[in-house]
Structures are given as structure tokens and as C-alpha cells.
């Protein structure tokens, strides 16, 4: 039973510190995002984008939710270096923190609508697509995940870590074959839809990883 909670180094205070942030700020986010669709019935979320809320009555609350993403994936980032020790690993938290910089662009500058043409976007409009181009978490949530199976610690969790990680890479694809070709937003593209499913579907792979640090770190004490 010890060697399979045994880990390259042990889990600090620290580290607990930033997966407890992780995890509240991954879940405060979809409880904003819910909230949105109820205070912003205006925004169809079928092929409207979760960006559009920051343009309506209770846009404060988009712009927080992105930050309290980028926050859960920061975090996340940080409660899991001591535990990378490859290449792999590495990259894999360089594309997360990518991530996290990305949508905290994305919560200070606010989206234009998604009819607007490329040529119309306003510089705050750029800069927020800018962000939002940089939010590879799911590749991110894959490579973290098969480096971190290899430690005995890490086993008792491998179903939950490679299945939440392939529920964001199958939503991230479903996404993106989604997004019309013509650039032409509009009822019945349902981006939108897909769009909402992807960016919840990341909770999922950050309370994996969250809670099993909490739950290595308690073992340990």
C-alpha cells in the first residue's frame, strides 16, 4: 500500500494551497457561466458565444468568469510542477499556463459580436480573440496526464485523468468541425453549444487533479 502512494516529492502545503484555489475558482467559474444563461436569456446559446455575455447587462460576471479560469489553470499548473520530471510534463504545463494567459486576456478585453467581420473587430475585440486562441487546455490536460500515470501515486486515478482529458479533446474537436467555414454566424450553427460544452468539460480534469493532490497530501501527513 505505501509504494502506491508513493511520489517524486512530496506534496506542500503549498501545493494543496494552489489545487484548493484551483478547484474553487474551476467551479465558481461554471456557476457564473450558468448564471449568465438565465440573467442573459438574450444571447442564444446555441450559436452564440459564452464571450458575448461581457456585452450585456451583467458583463462584469464574463469577465470574471474567464479570470476565475485562467486562475483554476494557473493553479493547477503550479500544484502539479513538483510532480512532472520529463520533457512531456513540461510541455505540457507551458501549454496550460498558455492557456491561463490567454483567457486572462480574454476576461480584460471584451469580445465584439461574433457577426462582426475580421475587418470590423476592434482592437479589444483582437486582443480577446488573441486569448481565447491561445486556450489549449485540453492538449495540455492529455500530455500532464499520461507523465503523471507513470508514478504509483498517480494510478489510482489514471481512468479519471485520461477520461476527463478525452472528454475536452473530443469537445475541443466537436468544437472546432462546428465553426462554419464561410466565417457566417447564425441560427442553427451550433458552435455555441459546442462551444459551452468544451470550456465546462475542463472542470472535469481540474478536480481530478485537485482533489487526488489533496487527498496525496493528507495520506502523507
Do not use: C
Amino acid at each position: 500500500m505505501a509504494q502506491s502512494v508513493a511520489i517524486t516529492k512530496p506534496i506542500s502545503n503549498g501545493q494543496t494551497l494552489f489545487a484548493r484555489l484551483s478547484i474553487a475558482a474551476g467551479t465558481l467559474f461554471v456557476l457564473l457561466l450558468l448564471s449568465l444563461h438565465v440573467l442573459e436569456p438574450e444571447f442564444d446559446p446555441t450559436w452564440r458565444f459564452i464571450s458575448e455575455y461581457a456585452l450585456g447587462s451583467f458583463g462584469w460576471m464574463m469577465h470574471l468568469a474567464f479570470f476565475l479560469l485562467a486562475t483554476s489553470l494557473l493553479s493547477a499548473a503550479l500544484a502539479l510542477f513538483s510532480q512532472v520530471r520529463n520533457v512531456l510534463g513540461y510541455i505540457g504545463l507551458a501549454i496550460l499556463g498558455l492557456a491561463a494567459v490567454g483567457l486572462f486576456m480574454a476576461s480584460i478585453f471584451t469580445t465584439d459580436t461574433i457577426t462582426t467581420s475580421q475587418a470590423a473587430l476592434s482592437f479589444s475585440g483582437s486582443m480577446h480573440d488573441l486569448g481565447a486562441a491561445l486556450d489549449y487546455t485540453p492538449i495540455a490536460a492529455l500530455l500532464l496526464s499520461f507523465v503523471l500515470v507513470r508514478q504509483p501515486a498517480w494510478r489510482p486515478v489514471r481512468v479519471w485523468l485520461f477520461l476527463t482529458a478525452g472528454i475536452t479533446l473530443v469537445a475541443m474537436v466537436a468544437f472546432m468541425l462546428m465553426l462554419p467555414h464561410d466565417g457566417k454566424f447564425g441560427p442553427g450553427v451550433l458552435a455555441g453549444l459546442f462551444g459551452r460544452f468544451l470550456i465546462v468539460s475542463y472542470l472535469g480534469w481540474l478536480l481530478t487533479v485537485g482533489l487526488h493532490i489533496l487527498r496525496l497530501h493528507r495520506r502523507a501527513a
